[in-house]
């Protein structure tokens, strides 16, 4: 990633070069359906493979003994060189303009992305698994860092119009088959219900869309799995499970 400004000679004293630690597996294999924030979905799982220049039991040494970790990454699924100063956040229905530092857009200046997660360890292949993600799979990863408790949370700290997490907003009800698909996935894919419950519960669609009639069958790509979905009143139903 590079970002350039004020350039002095052949290198700006403003840009930096990185490069990544390690890319993440997840199962989210778009961008649609992802929640807006890590904590928001415990109960999706990553694993980040690190690059092969980092010895994971050296650079891990230690991390066991912290719950929770800091992630830097980038954006790579969005077109680069592309963000705005002022954006309209979802939560805000997505009339609202507020400023692009008021706000966790993906389209930023530099396209780093910071999450909170759950450390679960160093696996049988040296892979730092992690839970609690909100990131695409691939994700090049930047950095990790533990959560310090005593620094890293504020008391009584205002957020502005992200003061409140977001209502769960839908009931989840799953079609004969899609119940039968689940059940027959369920060794294999332990959490995949609670994954898709997690999603729909949130209304993944564009915010215009919750306040207009719509019949459309939307389509989530979750692990190797596209599931179709159809709006009903408050439900959001489940039709299909099928392989990708
Ligand atoms: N917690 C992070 C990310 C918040 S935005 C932060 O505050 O920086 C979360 C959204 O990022 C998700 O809804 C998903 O659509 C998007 N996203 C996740 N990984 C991405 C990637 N690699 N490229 C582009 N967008 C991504």
């Given at each position: 990633?590079?970002?350039?400004?004020?350039?002095?000679?052949?290198?700006?004293i403003n840009t930096?070069?990185?490069?990544s630690?390690?890319?993440?597996?997840?199962?989210?294999?778009?961008k649609?359906?992802?929640p807006?924030?890590?904590?928001?979905?415990s109960?999706?799982?990553?694993?980040?493979?690190?690059s092969?220049?980092?010895n994971?039991?050296?650079?891990c040494?230690?991390?066991?003994?912290?719950s929770?970790?800091?992630?830097?990454?980038i954006?790579?699924?969005?077109?680069?060189?592309?963000?705005?100063?002022?954006?309209?956040?979802p939560?805000?229905?997505?009339?609202?303009?507020?400023?692009?530092?008021?706000?966790?857009?993906?389209?930023?200046p530099?396209p780093?992305?910071?999450?909170?997660v759950?450390?679960?360890?160093?696996?049988e292949?040296?892979n730092?698994v992690?839970?609690g993600?909100?990131?695409l799979?691939?994700?090049?990863?930047?950095?990790?860092k533990?959560y310090?408790?005593?620094?890293?949370?504020?008391?009584?700290a205002?957020?502005?119009f992200?003061?409140f997490?977001p209502?769960?907003?839908m009931?989840?009800?799953?079609?004969k088959?899609?119940?039968?698909?689940?059940?027959?996935?369920?060794s294999?894919?332990?959490?995949?219900?609670?994954?898709l419950?997690n999603?729909?519960?949130?209304?993944p669609?564009?915010?215009?869309?919750?306040?207009?009639?719509d019949?459309?069958?939307?389509?989530?790509l979750?692990?190797n799995?596209?599931?179709?979905?159809?709006?009903?009143?408050t439900?959001?139903y489940?039709?299909?499970?099928e392989?990708?």
């Amino acid at each position: 990633m590079t970002y350039s400004n004020n350039n002095v000679g052949e290198k700006s004293i403003n840009t930096f070069e990185f490069r990544s630690i390690g890319v993440i597996s997840t199962p989210f294999k778009q961008k649609f359906g992802i929640p807006r924030q890590s904590q928001a979905i415990s109960v999706a799982t990553g694993t980040i493979q690190f690059s092969p220049d980092i010895n994971p039991t050296n650079a891990c040494r230690g991390l066991d003994a912290f719950s929770h970790l800091w992630i830097s990454f980038i954006f790579h699924g969005n077109r680069q060189g592309i963000w705005k100063d002022t954006v309209r956040p979802p939560r805000l229905g997505g009339n609202e303009k507020v400023g692009v530092f008021a706000t966790r857009s993906t389209f930023r200046p530099n396209p780093i992305g910071l999450s909170v997660v759950k450390n679960g360890g160093l696996n049988e292949h040296n892979n730092l698994v992690v839970e609690g993600i909100d990131l695409l799979d691939q994700t090049p990863i930047i950095d990790i860092k533990p959560y310090v408790h005593y620094a890293d949370s504020v008391n009584h700290a205002i957020s502005g119009f992200a003061e409140f997490a977001p209502k769960q907003k839908m009931h989840v009800e799953y079609s004969k088959l899609a119940s039968l698909q689940l059940n027959t996935l369920a060794s294999a894919y332990p959490e995949l219900q609670a994954l898709l419950n997690n999603i729909l519960e949130q209304d993944p669609r564009p915010a215009y869309k919750s306040a207009t009639k719509d019949d459309k069958i939307y389509s989530v790509l979750l692990h190797n799995f596209d599931i179709k979905w159809q709006v009903r009143d408050t439900i959001n139903y489940v039709l299909d499970i099928e392989i990708h």
